[in-house]
Nanobody, 126 residues
Framework: QVQLVESGGGLVQTGGSLRLSCEVS?????????VGWFRQIPGREREFVAVLNWNERYYVDSVKGRFTISRGNDENSAFLQMDSLKPEDTAVYYC????????????????????WGQGTQVTVSS
């Protein structure tokens, strides 16, 4: 069974940077799973941010050019580098995993991921 633990959230000013980490543990390392990041603010649905599937990277339009998803050199970590942060990036960020997928998989949907971390708060002050 795969388990995910996020870290790296915090408070940062507009224009600043944060690097979120997702530690993957269990029977299979992160190379066997697509790792995604979602975010959620109170009262709203969980929103897709980015996913790394094999060597393919997909981002929501609002973070393209500012966020970068990557995998660690080992098989057990993934990262979300967030630069040029804006107040609208404020949310709880979740790491999620699903088995590696092929074209057409609905990776934008939170229900497409079967393992989740506990979340880490990111707050961007104006």
């Amino acid at each position: 069974q795969v388990q995910l633990v996020e870290s790296g959230g915090g408070l940062v000013q507009t224009g600043g940077s944060l690097r979120l980490s997702c530690e993957v543990s269990g029977r299979l390392g992160s190379h066997y799973y697509a790792v995604g990041w979602f975010r959620q603010i109170p009262g709203r649905e969980r929103e897709f941010v980015a996913v790394l599937n094999w060597n393919e990277r997909y981002y929501v339009d609002s973070v393209k050019g500012r966020f970068t998803i990557s995998r660690g050199n080992d098989e057990n970590s993934a990262f979300l580098q967030m630069d040029s942060l804006k107040p609208e990036d404020t949310a709880v960020y979740y790491c999620a995993a699903t088995p590696l997928f092929i074209s057409g998989y609905p990776y934008l949907r939170a229900t497409s991921y079967n393992v989740w971390g506990q979340g880490t708060q990111v707050t961007v002050s104006s």
